[in-house]
């Protein structure tokens, strides 16, 4: 038999990506910037994103068969990354169909931990089934959540927090080795505080920011990877990533931007080189805006923030002060002395997709929560 040998650097195939990161980070406004992007929304999250996205898949059958659909119309419909939101959410569809399969209730109804082994054929078939796409030039991305374990290293006695993808309790340790695996890129996303000395011996330190990162190598604290040659850090930015996709152009899908036609005299003006002035009035004192029925008295409704937020704290009677709050010392997303304002847009966003989960948090954790 005769093999014809192939040298250099193969292009034009897909990449394989996974990345997960805490909640809130930026994982799915990251990845509706890769090119040609297409979305496999499994838990909902992108749904007040201007994204493309296929039905949301009820059983692990309708979720392979939409990447079926993926490739057999991935040139007519321009689709050149698939992106699963999220792959925990989809392991729960496939653990669903094997318990149908075998007539449990519960995946440790099989005897003798088949079950696990079970999911991890699975979920390996369907990691080799995404080769078909890869080959048809379409970019695979996995998103995941991630959660912090206790961990020691074998030279070490001290536990200490180690990152790693969310999958199943008893699952992680079988499913996240084949993603890491079969991946070309692992990225983990964080949030990293930036902490400066406030005294002359250095002994004193205040947080001044909070700034989203992009992790690319493994460390003893977050697992990661990537096979090409990348910094170990980087801005949780799309331009971080372009380079390594040809400099593709960010999201094909990002929406038009609407002009006001006022802005668009004033624009076509100054391109014509005639000067213009733009005058700003305070029409407040003219305006009578309505307090809302339900808003009580001396309530002030927080400004700077996405309105889709500012109005459930108004419906809620929750303060700025109680988002903080929640928000840094009890769950340490954000930065000591950071204000709502100042929070990432997209964690304010994932607020209101969890709203419920953020009141019952400020119950529990604000005396001076005072619902309505």
């Known amino acids: 038999m005769i093999f014809e040998e192939v040298n250099g650097i193969q292009t034009g195939s897909g990449l394989k990506i996974v990345i997960y990161g805490q909640e809130g980070v930026g994982k799915s406004t990251l990845a509706s910037q890769f090119p040609g992007a297409v979305f496999i929304d499994c838990e909902g999250s992108t749904s007040r994103m201007n994204v493309r996205r296929l039905p949301k898949p009820t059983s692990w059958k309708m979720f392979t068969d939409e990447f079926e659909y993926i ?20 392991e729960r569809l496939a653990l669903e169909a094997l318990c149908t399969e075998h007539n449990v209730t519960g995946i440790e109804g099989m005897n003798y931990g088949k079950g696990w082994e079970y999911e991890k ?29 206790k961990t020691t290293l074998p ?8 990152w790693e993808l969310k999958l199943g309790n008893k699952t992680t340790n079988k499913i996240a080795p084949l993603l890491k695996e079969w991946s070309d890129m692992t990225l983990f996303l964080a949030f990293r505080t930036n902490i400066i000395a406030v005294d002359d011996k250095g002994k004193k330190h205040k947080a001044t920011s909070c700034e989203r990162i992009m992790y690319t ?28 996709f040809g400099s593709a152009p960010a999201a094909e899908t990002a929406p038009p931007v609407n002009t006001p036609p006022a802005q668009q005299v004033i624009e076509k003006a100054q391109q014509a080189g005639i000067p213009t002035e733009t005058v700003k009035e ?3 004192s003219f305006v009578d805006i309505p307090t809302a029925p339900q808003q009580p008295t001396g309530y002030q409704r927080v400004q700077g923030i996405p309105d889709a937020l500012a109005d459930l704290m108004q419906q809620h009677n929750v303060t700025a ?39 019952q948090l400020i119950k529990e954790n604000c005396n001076d929560y005072v619902p309505y």
């Open 282 to 284: 305070d029409l407040s």
């Open 71 to 90: 490739l057999s119309s991935c040139k007519a419909n321009g689709y050149k990354t698939a992106i699963v939101d999220t792959f925990d959410w989809a």
């Open 217 to 244: 190598t493994k460390t003893a604290w977050w697992d990661a990877k990537n096979r090409f040659g990348m910094p170990d850090k980087l801005p949780l930015t799309w331009e971080s990533l372009a380079p390594i």
């Open 155 to 162: 030279e070490e006695t001290e536990e200490f927090d180690h």
């Open 321 to 359: 002060e109680q988002i903080e709050y929640v928000s840094i010392d009890v769950r340490h997303y954000m930065a000591n002395g950071m204000k709502i304002q100042q929070f990432p847009t997209d964690y304010l966003m994932y607020l209101t997709t969890i709203w419920d989960q953020v009141v």
């Open 121 to 149: 054929e699975m979920i390996g078939r369907f990691l080799d089934s995404t080769d078909r796409l890869i080959k048809e030039g379409v970019n695979i991305v996995l998103l995941c959540h991630a959660i912090s374990r």
